[in-house]
């Protein structure tokens, strides 16, 4: 067959012209591999099937405004954050502490880079926000305490709370567009 002899990035490149078939070519290399990955993290078969819809859905739907350096690394990390989606929805009873190791992420030093890419905008960020706002975050997202733990140790109240981490999630997202992926499953995806 010709198209099994296609590099991710030409069928990349077919994938942003609407190609369907090389959609489903990349759909047949790609789909057993992540579904056996997500199913060691969930155990269930048919919440690993979801993710698995999930993360094609949504290289089909960012098919023209993706710039896609490694297929593999990106999905892996699409199936990462969408298993991360699942054990926070509290549907999978799964501690993400015990399976977290179980999917792989790109060691490369393309990867190493782009992740201290992502701290330091990330960091940079959280230090622009004002203290109030920054304490409540870091509070929830870094320490991982309740909204009600941060209102009791704050003595403000946990509608207050929620409305600062909001503030702050709207505010790290408008830094952070570019690395909304990677910066929800290191930071957002950390803490239930």
């Known amino acids: 067959m010709e198209t099994a002899t296609r590099t991710d ?5 077919l994938l942003r012209e609407d ?3 090389a959609f489903g070519e990349l759909y047949h290399k790609y789909a057993n591999r992540l579904y056996l990955q997500a199913f060691k993290m969930l155990k269930d078969d048919v919440q690993s099937k979801d ?10 739907s960012k098919r023209g405004t993706q710039q896609i350096e490694s297929l593999n690394a990106y999905l892996y990390a699409i199936t990462r954050f969408q298993v991360f989606k699942v054990l926070r929805s509290g549907k999978n009873h799964t501690d993400i502490f015990e399976v977290e190791h179980e999917l792989p992420l790109c060691r490369n030093t393309e990867y190493a880079l782009a992740e201290r890419e992502v701290s330091t905008a990330f960091f940079s960020g959280l230090s622009e926000l004002p ?3 920054r304490t409540i975050f870091t509070l929830s997202r870094v320490e991982c305490l309740t909204n009600r ?6 003595s403000i109240s946990p509608k207050t709370v929620e409305n600062q ?4 999630i709207r505010k790290l997202r408008t830094g952070l567009s570019d690395f909304l992926p990677v910066f929800f499953i290191v930071f957002l995806c950390c803490c239930k």
């Open 51 to 60: 993710v698995i819809q999930e993360v094609f859905l949504q290289l089909w």
């Open 19 to 21: 190609d369907k078939a």
């Open 9 to 13: 990035q030409e069928l990349l490149g």
């Open 131 to 133: 203290e109030k706002c």
């Open 149 to 154: 733990e941060i209102s009791l140790q704050l």
């Open 165 to 168: 981490i909001t503030i702050a």
